[in-house]
């Protein structure tokens, strides 16, 4: 296999594997099961028995519906542009071999000789289940990831320059445009807060992604910008210039935007631009 994509897949799964939040997540399901014994295990098995079968079989399908997830996360990168949908592929892809497994552990605790049939079967219902594991690790690490990326990206085109001085390569982009449609991958202008959403503004175009403004800040890697209201942040090179009305500051951004600015940011914004 690829070198590159190796390095890239074990620098995703590090990530989720160092993520307390994730090993939380896994704890909780694995002991909520346990504990409410679904599936005829509260009366089949003993508590300490309970506690290993779902310990191990979760671990099992955890395992491989990350795996996969982050196998398909990063080969699916030129063909679709969502993380979440590429992470959801590998994840109901993982459910034919998260069937056999359960027969498996099933076996070791029951006895029951595994058949085809009814690992196809698990596999079946292990669907929904692979669809809730790539939800929650999506939830808990994606901005981790698209840090991963990024870096990962930053890394290749460093090596890319050393090879071959000639060839100039692209900035590699911050993560917040990894989250964008590729059609809209510009320069970034501005970000504004939109009920739960982040508005993305770009020199491509504009798009609004399920994300905190104060996560969204955290993402915008070098680019030099200045926050403006506790809704609003410009890029600096995008600025045009400052505008009064009513009695309240505005920034004028170069597409002819006019963004207020609040008492809290006002003398920053004057000492900025004057």
């Not at 992470?87 to 359960?102: D, E, N, Q």
Request: with cysteine; net charge positive.
């Amino acid at each position: 296999m690829d070198h590159t994509f190796l390095q890239s897949t074990l620098r995703e799964l590090q990530v989720i594997q160092r993520s307390p939040r994730f090993w939380a997540t896994f704890i909780t399901i694995v002991l909520i099961f346990a504990l409410t014994g679904p599936y005829g295990t509260l009366d089949r098995l003993m508590p300490g028995a309970r506690l290993g079968y779902w310990l191990a079989l979760h671990a099992m399908a955890w395992f491989l519906a990350i795996v996969f997830s982050v196998v398909a996360e990063i080969l699916l990168r030129r063909q679709i542009a969502s993380m979440f949908a590429r992470m959801m592929i590998g994840s109901v892809a993982a459910a034919l071999p998260i069937g056999f497994g359960i027969t498996f552990v099933d076996f070791t605790f029951f006895g029951t000789l595994p058949t085809v049939s009814d690992s196809l079967r698990q596999s079946l219902g292990s669907i929904p289940l692979c669809a809730l594991f790539c939800i929650l690790t999506y939830l808990t690490m994606h901005r981790q990831i698209a840090t991963v990326t990024a870096r990962t990206n930053l890394a290749e085109t460093k090596t890319i320059s050393a090879s071959v001085p000639e060839i100039r390569p692209p900035t590699p982009q911050p993560p917040i445009l990894l989250r964008l449609k590729p059609e809209n991958r510009g320069t970034l202008v501005r970000l504004t807060v939109r009920d739960h959403y982040t508005e993305v503004v770009t020199t491509r175009g504009r798009e609004l992604i399920l994300l905190r403004f104060s996560d969204a800040l955290m993402e915008i890697g070098n680019i030099e910008g200045i926050r403006l209201h506790r809704s609003h942040w410009v890029a600096v090179d995008q600025v045009a210039g400052l505008k009064r009305g009513n009695g309240k500051l505005f920034v004028v951004a170069r597409d002819g935007t006019e963004m207020p600015v609040s008492r809290s940011y006002t003398d920053a914004v004057r000492r900025r631009f004057g």
